[in-house]
C-alpha cells in the first residue's frame, strides 16, 4: 500500500510584499485573489517552488537548473533531460519537482515538443491568514538614486507599495515511492522546514517563509484532508479546529498527524493531543519526528 505525505504550514507573521501583480501606475501591486467572500493577498506555489529548489541546493543536493543571480536566468545543467530518459535520477529538481520545456513547431502544419515529467512533490498556492486591508506605503527615491531615477535638480521619484501584514499558508503532498529516489521526501522535508525568502520585492522586504506551526501526516489514505486548515480564533491565535473537526469525525486518524509550533499550545492542540496527535512545541522536532516515521516507511 503506497504511503503519503501531506503537510499544512503556516508562516510566521510579518510585513508582506511577497509575488508582485502587475504595477498601476507608481503603485507595486500585491497579487490577490477573493478567499471565503474577502481579499486576501497570495503567493504562488512557483515562487514557492522556485525557492524550495534553491534550498535544496543550498543543502547540498544537485541540482538540474540553477538560478544566474547576475544573469537573472536559469543555468541547465541538462537542458534537454537525457539524463531522466535515460532512466537516471541525476538532479533532485527533476525527480522531486519535475518539469516542462515546451518547444513550438518550427514549420507550418506541423506539431511542436514537450518534455514533461510532473512533480511528485505539489504545492498549493499561499493564501493569507487575514483579508488584505488595502495598506500601501510611498516613498520617494533619491535624486539620482538609480540610472531611470530623476536628474539633479528636479525633484524625487514618488512610488508606493502595497504591503500586507499577515500571515500565510499553504500545503503540500508527495508520494514518496513515486520518486525515483525516494528518499529524496526526507530532503523535501527538511527543506520545507528551513525555507526562508519567497519571492520578494526588490530587496526591500524580507518576510520569514519558514514554518511557524505546522501540520504534518504519513498515511495511506490518497486524500490530504488538511490542506488550508490554519485560522484564526477570536483571540487572533492561530487555531486548527477544522482539523479537530476531521479527526472527531473519522476521516483523519490522530495517530497519523504531527504537529509543532505555537499551534500545539492551544485548545486545538491539546484536543489532537488526547485524540492520538504527537506534538512538538517547535517546527524542527515535529520535522524530525516525521522523517524518522518516513524512514520507517521507506525501509518497509
Given at each position: 500500500?503506497?504511503m503519503?505525505v501531506?503537510?499544512?504550514?503556516?508562516?510566521?507573521?510579518?510585513?508582506?510584499?511577497n509575488?508582485?501583480?502587475?504595477?498601476?501606475?507608481n503603485?507595486?501591486?500585491?497579487?490577490?485573489?477573493?478567499?471565503?467572500g474577502?481579499?486576501h493577498?497570495?503567493v504562488?506555489?512557483?515562487a514557492?517552488?522556485?525557492?524550495?529548489?534553491r534550498r535544496l541546493?543550498?543543502?547540498?543536493?544537485t541540482?538540474?537548473?540553477?538560478?544566474?543571480?547576475?544573469a537573472?536566468?536559469?543555468?541547465?545543467?541538462?537542458?534537454t533531460?537525457?539524463?531522466?530518459?535515460?532512466?537516471?535520477?541525476?538532479?533532485?529538481?527533476d525527480?522531486?519537482?519535475?518539469?516542462m520545456?515546451?518547444?513550438?513547431?518550427?514549420?507550418?502544419?506541423?506539431k511542436?515538443?514537450?518534455?514533461?515529467?510532473?512533480?511528485?512533490?505539489?504545492?498549493?498556492?499561499?493564501?493569507?491568514?487575514?483579508?488584505?486591508?488595502g495598506?500601501?506605503?510611498?516613498?520617494?527615491?533619491?535624486?539620482?538614486?538609480?540610472?531611470?531615477?530623476a536628474?539633479?535638480?528636479?525633484?524625487p521619484?514618488?512610488?508606493?507599495?502595497?504591503?500586507?501584514?499577515?500571515?500565510?499558508?499553504?500545503?503540500?503532498?508527495?508520494?514518496?515511492?513515486?520518486?525515483?529516489?525516494?528518499?529524496?521526501?526526507?530532503?523535501?522535508?527538511?527543506a520545507i522546514?528551513?525555507?526562508?525568502?519567497?519571492?520578494?520585492?526588490?530587496?526591500?522586504?524580507?518576510?520569514d517563509?519558514?514554518?511557524?506551526?505546522?501540520?504534518l501526516?504519513?498515511?495511506?489514505?490518497?486524500?490530504?484532508?488538511?490542506l488550508?486548515?490554519?485560522?484564526?480564533?477570536?483571540?487572533n491565535?492561530?487555531?486548527?479546529?477544522?482539523l479537530?473537526?476531521?479527526?472527531?469525525?473519522?476521516?483523519?486518524e490522530?495517530?497519523?498527524?504531527?504537529?509543532?509550533?505555537?499551534?500545539?499550545?492551544s485548545?486545538?492542540?491539546?484536543?489532537?493531543?488526547q485524540i492520538?496527535a504527537?506534538?512538538?512545541?517547535g517546527?524542527?522536532?515535529?520535522?524530525?519526528?516525521?522523517?524518522?516515521?518516513?524512514k520507517?516507511?521507506?525501509?518497509?
Amino acid at each position: 500500500m503506497s504511503m503519503h505525505v501531506f503537510g499544512a504550514v503556516v508562516t510566521h507573521h510579518g510585513t508582506a510584499a511577497n509575488n508582485r501583480g502587475e504595477t498601476e501606475g507608481n503603485i507595486t501591486t500585491l497579487q490577490k485573489l477573493v478567499w471565503h467572500g474577502q481579499v486576501h493577498s497570495t503567493v504562488s506555489a512557483e515562487a514557492i517552488r522556485f525557492a524550495l529548489r534553491r534550498r535544496l541546493i543550498d543543502a547540498g543536493h544537485t541540482s538540474n537548473r540553477i538560478w544566474d543571480e547576475d544573469a537573472r536566468s536559469n543555468e541547465w545543467r541538462d537542458a534537454t533531460f537525457e539524463d531522466w530518459k535515460s532512466g537516471g535520477s541525476k538532479f533532485i529538481d527533476d525527480d522531486l519537482l519535475g518539469f516542462m520545456s515546451a518547444k513550438a513547431a518550427k514549420e507550418e502544419n506541423t506539431k511542436g515538443s514537450a518534455e514533461v515529467h510532473r512533480g511528485i512533490l505539489e504545492v498549493t498556492r499561499a493564501i493569507s491568514l487575514t483579508p488584505w486591508p488595502g495598506d500601501v506605503t510611498f516613498n520617494a527615491a533619491s535624486i539620482e538614486a538609480t540610472p531611470s531615477a530623476a536628474k539633479k535638480g528636479s525633484n524625487p521619484v514618488p512610488y508606493g507599495t502595497e504591503v500586507h501584514a499577515t500571515r500565510y499558508q499553504y500545503g503540500f503532498a508527495m508520494t514518496p515511492e513515486r520518486l525515483r529516489q525516494p528518499e529524496r521526501a526526507i530532503a523535501a522535508l527538511e527543506a520545507i522546514a528551513s525555507l526562508g525568502e519567497v519571492a520578494g520585492n526588490h530587496g526591500r522586504f524580507l518576510f520569514d517563509f519558514s514554518p511557524d506551526s505546522i501540520v504534518l501526516r504519513i498515511t495511506p489514505d490518497p486524500a490530504p484532508r488538511l490542506l488550508y486548515t490554519f485560522s484564526l480564533d477570536k483571540g487572533n491565535r492561530v487555531a486548527v479546529g477544522g482539523l479537530v473537526s476531521k479527526v472527531d469525525a473519522g476521516d483523519i486518524e490522530g495517530e497519523e498527524l504531527i504537529l509543532g509550533g505555537p499551534v500545539t499550545d492551544s485548545a486545538d492542540g491539546e484536543k489532537l493531543v488526547q485524540i492520538g496527535a504527537t506534538v512538538f512545541p517547535g517546527v524542527k522536532g515535529a520535522v524530525v519526528m516525521a522523517m524518522d516515521r518516513l524512514k520507517e516507511e521507506l525501509r518497509t
